[in-house]
């Protein structure tokens, strides 16, 4: 088992160095495979931290069931955009506006600088630079949640920051340019107040593990409930702030919307899909220290807090958007704020089904990213008030698209609504009364701004003259595979996932 | 074990220390020209080094002497380097870029501080290491930074900013968890340098797209 946490720790980076001096068949190829084989390798974790966690490298690297949910997400995506990203970048009706344009005189890897040498999309050195970004980017999110110490977790969490920026500025853009920015910017304002959160938890476990302990999870985790609470509580803080931003909790959330609209469609996928739900699961870790350490209240009241004003301010955000992938991203705090409020509630049933929506969350909104890129590419745009007969110009990933809106807001029988019943549910039982009705009141909401913009632009007769077809059956293929897995998650999960979610919602609860 | 100082003397040669790293955060705040930007934090970095060598000798910590050495490497003379090759192609070198009156600025920034300071004192924290006040300092570095980094509107200064906020952490860090273990020490380090290129690289794409180092022309997303 532990041997699989090593395969992830290095093949995704292996194939993004060989991507990076590849032909784009050879490196979209090799990326699909390297996806799918890390989804399968997430899977075959799965019976393994059925009751223990898996060590690995001296115990650098530990996976338990929280981190496999997370994983499993995480590499799904992996999976899933690669595949899109083949249609994405290579279809038919794509023309390179300037053909291999001798790039390889530009310098090795270690001529990091020439990054910066402008690369139009059609490109050869375009796609070399993406192929290969694509897998770190997707390496970064699918380590974080295998390593072990707190102090490594935020390593990974900055090396996402810093890939998915260039990510999100590689077509060169000036919206593109000014998003890159404002997003490294902020998320590294907010991972700063994140490593000082390292320290202080340090310096809270150094009170009882003595000093120049490594930040292992198990030691904190048994030793916590002996840690100065005062010092805890000011970890846990700067935690939530520090990770939300990268999670894109209000008030910290300004740079999302932007990067998520900005950046080319397959890094939206990725980063709504699964990088803000690694900076979820940071703070996840820390919030298994609290409860050990302050109890369950103060953390409680922290999440709740975040998660209602993030929620709150996305619903109404989403009420006045246009631009359909900048809906999307609304659509994003959204979810994470009802990450949030779920895990508030804390009573079992309601932690299982934030874990769920996790998983939920990853397929609907990266299947709605991928419709909206098919969009973007057939009618050359992504103003909702333009876009017109979706459904009649894209014959497959028109229809999808709205599929994957209603699963988005939450409508049966997708998984988004078994998640946010089961959070519900719990909510009711703990009971939490307030929260719950704002909550349903704000999941209410942005079903309303989601559906009605949302399908308004697809819903509706082509113009005149138009003709029908999708511009490439990989965006089909990967939409399908994850409207499958978002149906199948709200229908019928299987057995195994149960149990995994089961476990992983006892890892978050109080210790016995 | 190696003799211990004179408490009086270590104290003092390290507060000194972290003092004039507080003060170096103000001079970002208010200094006029670009690169001398870059300089304020290379001797910024310098000054860390110096309390991080204090530190190991006083305390016999050896693991610091390495990290001071890789400090000194990295952080006083790689990534300045790497700035200022970005910066190579750009003529303007007055940044011009207050958002506020330098007065105004420097008074936020004796605000944050102190609130810094307050704040610490209002925790119980003990160091083995350092004197407490380090901490406050420490702090307050941190605080100061994210004020150059909104109140200062070019790309130099707001990347700058956030590298002299690792500065800030590496004191506080310091004080509370000098026995943070010497791969995590490292990893901080290696992550720092590639953010360092990546700013870098999107700083020249920015230079390149708007012929300018000031973020005035970033205003075009929204809502």
Known sequence: MGAILVVILVMPVVV????????????????????????GLALALVPGVGSHSV??????????????????????????????AVGYLHGPKREPREVLDGSRRLGGPLNLITFSTPAEPGTLLYSQRFWAGLNFFAWSMAVAPIVNSLALLWVAIEITTVISALLVAIDNTEGATEASWKYVLIASMGLGIALVATIVIYYAGSTVLGSGY???????????????????????????????????????????PDAHSEAPTPVSALLSGSLLTIAFYAILRYYQIAIRSVGVAFPREVLLAFGIASLVLAALYLLSQRDLKRLFAYSSIEHMGILMIGMSFGVTIAVVGVLIHVLAHAAAKA??????????????????????????????????????????????????????FLIVYGGLSDPQDVAVAILVAGVTMAFFGLSWYGTQAMVTPAPEGAIRGETSGWIVAAMLVGLIALAMLGIHPPAQLDHLLARAAAELGPPR | MHPTPDPGTFSGITEGLAALILLTEFAMLRSAMLRSQVRLYSFQSLVVAALASAVAAARGIPDLFILAGLTLVLKVILIPGIIFRVMRGSKVDLAGSH???????????????????????????????????????????????????????????????????????????????????????????????????????????????????????LDRLKG
């Open chain 1, 367 to 420: 299947t709605a990213f991928f419709g909206a890129g098919s969009v973007m590419r057939r009618l050359g745009t992504k103003d909702m008030t333009q876009i017109r007969g979706g459904i009649g110009l894209l014959p497959w990933s028109g229809p999808m698209l709205v599929l994957a809106i209603l699963g988005l807001s939450a409508a049966p029988p997708f998984g988004i609504f078994r998640s946010e």
């Open chain 1, 214 to 256: 490594e930040l292992f999870f198990d030691p904190l985790l048994r030793a916590a409930p002996r840690f100065p609470p005062g010092i805890v509580r000011l970890a846990f803080v700067l935690a939530v702030l520090g990770y939300g931003t990268k999670m894109g909790l209000f008030p910290v959330h300004t740079w999302l």
């Open chain 2, 99 to 217: 958002r506020l009156n330098v007065a105004t600025m420097i008074f936020i920034g004796i605000s944050v501080s102190v609130f810094g300071f307050l704040a610490v004192e209002g925790l119980d924290i003990h160091s083995a290491t350092l004197p407490t006040p380090a901490l406050g300092t420490a702090v307050a570095v941190v605080l100061v930074s994210f004020v150059v980094i909104i109140l200062r509107g070019d790309v130099v200064s707001q990347a700058v900013g956030f590298f002299s906020l690792e500065n800030g952490v590496s004191v506080a860090s310091l004080v509370v968890a000098a026995g943070l273990p010497f791969i995590v020490e490292v990893a901080f380090l290696v992550d720092l340098l590639v953010a360092v290129v990546v700013f870098g690289v999107l700083m020249r794409v920015h230079h390149m797209k708007a012929d300018t180092l000031s973020t005035d022309v």
């Open chain 1, 16 to 39: 993004g160095l060989v991507a990076w001096r590849s032909s784009p068949a050879l490196a979209g190829g090799l990326t699909v495979s390297a996806g799918v084989a890390t989804f």
């Open chain 1, 55 to 84: 060590l690995a490298l001296d115990s650098w690297l530990r996976a338990d069931a929280l981190s496999v949910v997370f994983l499993v997400a995480t590499a799904f995506l992996y999976a899933v955009t690669s595949i899109f």
